[in-house]
């Protein structure tokens, strides 16, 4: 629940900042991304840095559709490619070629952008192709209980940590974290199970996401402070 302070500071800069061209959104997200390298590593400050570029970022990606699908599936895949191409084999280098925390988080959060906007691209990429149609229903209806799964993956998360923590005697590495989250992945997959049943999907008869019952782009929407998943998994809230 932390991390709900840190965007509601966000808020407070993002809000005027909505009617800006996306050029200088772009600009702005990668200038402030630049600038986490160079506060405190774990503190308060650098997660608001963080926070506010990736949010940045999404008010891009929302101003020019992208994270609404309205590119062909095919600029989708070959965008998926050539980012995760690059971010990926960044981070994992980084955790392999380097003993040093630090050092390691410097350089998997410099392969940030290209893995969230990369996965950006492969998940609109599978709703534009009608792909995992039952996998995309699910989804679709638990992300309609957002606020509810978010406040259960944030006490489940706490819980298990706990539990590992006194188990192992030590705090828990970056690997059990992992695991953690992926659990928590699990357990809000099934809960679009449940809620399937109560909220119909948007999933239509051809298998296809109905994009344009979005609402359209707004410049006086905050909707648009996107949050990425892979954020939270590196500020390990």
């Known amino acids: 629940g932390d ?60 101003r020019t559709g992208i994270i609404l699908g309205r590119r062909s599936v095919d600029w989708y895949r070959r965008r998926a490619t050539l980012l995760l191409g690059i971010g990926l084999p960044v981070v994992a280098a980084g955790w392999v070629a380097f003993e040093d925390g630090d050092a390691a988080a410097h350089v998997n959060n410099a392969a940030v952008p290209f893995v969230a906007v990369g996965y950006v691209c492969l998940v609109m990429a599978v709703c534009g192709a009608g792909r995992l149609p039952r996998l995309r229903a699910r989804l679709a209806a638990a992300g309609q209980l957002a606020l509810t ?68 782009p707004k410049e006086e929407s905050i909707a648009i402070a996107f949050k990425l998943k892979l954020f939270q998994y590196n500020t390990g809230e």
């Open 149 to 216: 799964n978010y406040l259960t993956q944030t006490v489940l998360g706490m819980s298990l940590l706990a539990v590992l923590n006194e188990v192992r005697g030590e705090r828990v590495d970056a690997f059990w974290m992992m695991v953690i989250d992926k659990l928590d992945v699990g357990v809000e997959v099934l809960s679009g199970c449940c809620a399937n049943v109560i909220f119909p999907s948007d999933i239509d008869e051809g298998n296809r996401v109905r994009l344009g019952r979005l609402a359209e």
């Open 3 to 62: 991390i709900l302070v840190v965007y509601g500071l966000c808020a407070l800069v993002l809000y005027p900042l909505r009617r800006l061209a996306v050029g200088a959104l772009v600009g702005s997200a990668a200038a402030v991304w630049v600038l986490a390298f160079v506060v405190d590593g774990g503190s308060v400050e650098e997660y608001v840095v963080r926070a506010l570029a990736m949010m940045l970022a999404g008010m891009a990606l929302y």
